[in-house]
């Protein structure tokens, strides 16, 4: 067995609780003393069953089983206002170019551009960390695996592989303690739909951007209040709400790139390794302090794809030769991987020989990765816990001038400014949150000056302008405008065909989008048409719908398609709308030429995009007047 501080193995030695028979029990003491183990330190046992005597197969002592087990969490940090307290001054200078902000301190220089909402160029000690154009940005895509052909094809509908930011609120703050806050909200999205050519393992991916499809304010983007607190000696902490128009989309993963100068080649890391590891494929990885380089992370596969991933992370450092560099500290856990090629470089390369030179560092901090499944296999994506939705999301991380102690340079507490979070559910219901559970959160309506406080969620429904911000920092604000909600409560009445245990047709009601409707499959395959009625409780003026494919990327995708209205659920006459939809698995809106009058609707699935007869969908909703 092995005791580890902080990644490290402090004691070590044999157990030896002789001979166990078989279907027997044994309870063995670790010899340690709790007592003794250090307040701000972290502490695993590491349990190793080794072979007793050399066999034909293996040598004596070759590792049977092993098990890592958590013993005590680090607790006590100091703040980081606290931290860097004893530096010098915080110099804010004047810019001709509104679009930057440069901070000065003894020992750094960093600037930040107001227009994207981020670190545009960040110095230690006369050392470029971060080159010009080079800081974090939000991202939400990686190199397709073959196990992500069950939804690879959305990110680039969505746009995840082309963003583009723009901050549409900037705000600097000098606080007391000598820091300085830097507050932006930052709207995230592609110029326009694209998409990818080739499959997962054809070696002959391209990308083709679809610029007849311009994205708007209904297509999909994110929505992130980031809040930058420089301190003192010139660390950096990151707090980031994300949010995002549609909440029901996974993500490949969720987090921030950065790109970092080639000679910064020495990657350590404390967290899970040293093999990469994933959500779903993590457990056999230990949680350890790691030495290793950048060059190291690249793994031949025949054909390049995401690579690298190394889940729990508390921190990580890129360094020099000479030790220089930057560390970048978990606020909570991160998923982290360091590689030497983009994404767009993995994905476009056939075989690793295509590649291109390797050049700078591409540093992901990320919230979470969603793990690999085994869709390529058969057996399905990843289980719901292991996928990342682009619904609210909080991260964070610390940037810290390399130390020659990595370990306790580490041992810091974020104490930043923190954003808050302002989202609609999709019955209308408008909640603030944050990560600070006690924080007492006032907002306003509209042009209203009285400030409410925040007690229960806020029905907008009809839409409104609503501005938030907590009680005791109102300098930080978040103002959302949110349309109103055309759709309306409908209930389902008949369904045609549906699975009764898990592809119910009420799934298409219920404002999940990861529950389905799907046709009768277990018993028989039911043949088109496939339809479901809904009511909508009394005479509506009815003026279209919508339709949210399935977003686990199975099948049953809807192509062609009726609607019918009818004033008693019997009598339906003609459709009022037929047509077919586009093969992904965006929602779909339709807008009749009129409005037309009933209670009851019929919605009827005429074919599959693929041909077969199977019918489904995530969600289904009418419009009103």
Request: aromatic share 10%; net charge neutral.
């Amino acid at each position: 067995m092995g005791l580890y501080e902080n990644g490290k193995e402090v004691e070590s030695g044999l157990l030896n609780p002789g001979k166990i028979a078989p279907r027997t029990r044994m309870q063995v003491t670790v010899p340690y003393t709790y007592a003794k183990l250090k307040t701000d330190a972290e502490y695993f046992v590491k349990v190793q069953f080794l072979l007793k005597e050399d066999q034909p197969w293996a040598q004596k002592n070759y590792v049977m089983a092993e098990e890592q087990l958590p013993v005590k969490a680090a607790t006590g940090f100091k703040p980081m206002n606290e931290a860097a307290a004893a530096a010098g001054e915080i110099t804010v200078e004047k810019q001709a170019d509104p679009r930057f902000s440069t901070l000065k301190g003894g020992n750094f220089t960093v600037r930040f551009d107001n227009e994207e909402g981020t670190i545009y160029s960040l110095n230690y000690g006369g050392e470029t960390i971060i080159a010009d154009g080079n800081g974090p940005r939000l991202d939400a895509f990686r190199a397709f695996t073959n196990n992500d052909n069950w939804f690879y094809q959305t990110w680039f509908e969505a746009g995840l592989h082309n963003l583009k930011h723009r901050a549409t609120v900037s705000k600097l703050i000098e606080r007391k303690d000598g820091s300085v806050v830097l507050f932006y909200t930052v709207e995230s999205q592609a110029p326009n739909a694209a998409k990818i050519l080739g499959g997962t393992s054809s070696g002959k991916n391209s990308i083709q951007e679809l610029t007849d499809r311009k994205f708007g304010e209904d297509d999909f983007k994110f929505t992130t209040n980031q809040v930058w607190t420089v301190y003192r000696d010139g660390s950096i902490e990151l707090q980031a709400s994300i949010t995002s128009n549609r909440p029901s989309l996974v993500l490949p993963r969720l987090g921030y790139v950065m790109k970092m100068p080639q000679r910064y080649g020495s990657f350590t890391y404390y967290g899970r390794g040293p093999v990469e590891n994933y959500a779903d494929r993590k457990a056999g990885q230990f949680i350890e302090l790691y030495e290793s380089t950048v060059a190291a992370q690249f793994a031949n596969f025949p054909k390049p794809q995401d690579m690298g991933n190394h889940e729990d992370v508390r921190w990580c450092a890129l360094t020099d030769k000479a030790g220089k560099g930057a560390q970048f500290i978990a606020t909570s856990r991160l998923s982290v991987s360091a590689l030497q090629y983009s994404a767009h470089d993995l994905i476009l390369a056939g075989h690793p020989y295509q590649l291109p030179e390797a050049g700078d560092t591409y540093l992901h901090l990320d919230l979470a990765v969603t793990g690999l499944g085994g869709n390529s296999c058969g057996q399905g994506g990843p289980l719901t816990p292991d996928r990342v939705f682009a619904g609210q999301n909080h991260t964070g991380f610390i940037i810290r001038p390399a130390a020659q102690d990595l370990t306790a340079a580490a041992q810091v507490a974020p104490a930043g400014d923190i954003p808050l979070s302002v989202t609609r559910t999709r019955a209308g219901m408008v909640e603030l949150s944050s990560i600070d559970k006690n924080a007492v959160i006032l907002y306003t309506i509209g042009k209203s000056k009285a400030a409410i406080p925040y007690t229960e969620p806020i029905d907008l429904r009809g839409g409104g302008v609503i501005t938030a911000w907590f009680k005791n920092n109102p300098a930080i604000k978040s103002t959302v405008t949110f349309p109103k909600i055309e759709t309306i409560q409908t209930e389902v009445v008949y369904a045609s065909s549906e699975e009764v245990y898990d592809g119910s047709a009420k799934n298409l009601v219920d404002n999940d989008p990861n529950t389905i409707w799907h046709s009768m499959y277990s018993v028989t395959v039911a043949k088109h048409p496939h339809w479901v009625d809904l009511d909508a409780g009394d005479v509506k003026n009815i003026t279209g719908f919508t339709y949210l494919p399935r977003q686990d990327g199975g099948n049953g995708n809807v192509k062609d398609y009726t609607i019918h209205v009818s004033m008693d659920g019997k009598n339906w006459g003609e459709p009022v709308q037929k047509g077919s939809f586009a093969n992904n698995r965006d929602a779909k809106k339709v807008t009749f030429n009129r409005p037309v009058k009933g209670r009851y609707i019929r919605f009827t699935a005429l074919s599959e995009q693929s041909g077969q007869d199977f019918a489904s969908g995530a969600e289904l909703s009418i419009l009103a007047e």
